[in-house]
């Protein structure tokens, strides 16, 4: 459970800097501006879904890897 949280907090730290470069030169403004506009789970809805599309994949290689080792 520890390395799936592990894995969301990367994947939100991830697309947060991808998508804000911002967030690296001033942060507090960006957290100002988030506080500002009310968007608080935005961040937290992309994460879900990419970490959704990751977990898909993960879940699908090693579907792959146990077809192969039979």
Not at 43 to 53: L, Q, R, S
Request: glycine share 2%; with cysteine; proline share 3%.
């Amino acid at each position: 459970m520890l390395k799936e949280i592990l894995y969301f907090v990367i994947i939100l730290l991830i697309l947060a800097v991808v998508q804000h470069q911002d967030l690296l030169s001033e942060p507090m403004a960006r957290f100002t501006t988030m506080q500002e506009n009310g968007n608080y789970l935005h961040p937290f809805i992309w994460t879900a879904v990419v970490y959704c599309i990751v977990w898909i994949f993960r879940l699908l290689g090693r579907f792959i890897l146990k077809l192969k080792n039979k």
